[in-house]
Nanobody
Framework: VQLQASGGGLVQAGGSLRLSCTAS????????LGWFRQSPEKEREFVAA????????WYGDSVKGRFAIWRDNGQMLVHLQMNSLKPEDTAVYFC??????????????????WGQGTLVTVSS
């Protein structure tokens, strides 16, 4: 499985960014793709996840109502639209895929393969 994240960058508070993650290899046999983020001195935090069917989505409490995740139809490509960005959204964002079919989708343990991360910086 290979995962390639893209779309990070610098944006002012209140702005928007779209991250994308392309999966290849045997990713098609996994159940869902999730995004996590990590900033210095903080634990890696769950952001959002979507099943490859596109039927189910999950969001972390801190991003509900501001972020949206969806799968590009027919492709192993997932987008994360981030709106109303805040300085506290600043982090390295990682995409990951997992085969676990648990209901949560928000635990790192549910993901088997991780991408390299893309940096998002939100200035105040």
């Amino acid at each position: 499985v290979q995962l390639q994240a893209s779309g990070g960058g610098l944006v002012q508070a209140g702005g928007s960014l779209r991250l994308s993650c392309t999966a290849s290899g045997s990713a098609r046999s996994t159940y869902r793709l999730g995004w996590f983020r990590q900033s210095p001195e903080k634990e890696r935090e769950f952001v959002a996840a979507v099943t490859w069917s596109g039927r189910f989505t999950w969001y972390g409490d801190s991003v509900k109502g501001r972020f949206a995740i969806w799968r590009d139809n027919g492709q192993m490509l997932v987008h994360l639209q981030m709106n109303s960005l805040k300085p506290e959204d600043t982090a390295v964002y990682f995409c990951a895929v997992g085969s676990s079919r648990t209901e949560s989708g928000s635990s790192r343990n549910e993901y088997d393969y991780w991408g390299q991360g893309t940096l998002v910086t939100v200035s105040s």
